[in-house]
């Protein structure tokens, strides 16, 4: 079978929420660089792939997807087996957990994490401009607020979706592990223990420190 294709720059969080479903599922994949840089997310062969010219996009034969999340769907899909069933398809409360949670962490937590990383790390070290101290505060509030209504369900389950591990909690991954490593962020998951302990699970898992030891280290 040959190989899927993932067009994506290392340091893409998106991307690397694709890459942690590859190696959970042992899928054989190539990984193509993008170089934002030069604009070649822009080119014409990308915007072919992804019309928004956003990484990342994903190939397998003649099945061209963008959007992690959905890419992350085609691959547990695809791939899942008898012992890596991360989307809990065969049962629909199950199926049906792990969708409300994943769109929890797109609607809720990303949204209020995402502005952090992007003003702690992207326009200082990618763009050498100055941090809004402001939004960071405001949206250190809103991730807070998050965070507590996690830390409740997380004192019920020991995973977002119930008592087993999902692609719900794997898909907090990518942008979490640059800003957990945030002065500002790391005491917010801290002062939550079942947070702090569902954190440390997903950081365990042998496919999560596979992915992490190919990150960018944080400057």
Known sequence: ????????????????????????VGAEYE??????????????AHLA??????????QDGDLVLF???????????????????????????ESAMVNVWLEV????????????????MVIPNIFHGVSDEKVIGENLEKLGRVLDVYEARLS??????????SFADLSH????????????VAPLFEARPHVKAWWKSLESRPAVKKVAAKLPQLS
């Open 1 to 24: 079978m040959a190989a899927v294709k993932l067009f994506a720059p290392v340091m893409s969080t998106a991307a690397t929420r694709v890459v942690l479903c590859l190696e959970e």
């Open 31 to 44: 990984r193509v660089d993008i170089d934002l840089a030069t604009g070649e997310h822009k080119s014409p």
């Open 49 to 58: 792939r992804n019309p928004f010219g956003q990484v990342p996009a994903f």
């Open 67 to 93: 959007e992690s999340r959905a890419i992350g769907r085609y691959v547990l899909r695809k791939f899942k087996s008898s012992d890596v069933d991360l989307l809990h398809g065969s049962s629909l409360e």
């Open 105 to 120: 962490e797109a609607q809720q937590y990303d949204k209020a994490i995402f502005p952090i990383f992007f003003q702690v």
């Open 156 to 165: 019920q389950t020991k995973y977002l979706a119930g008592d087993f591990f």
């Open 173 to 184: 991954y990518p942008i979490t592990h640059f800003a957990i490593k945030f002065p500002q």
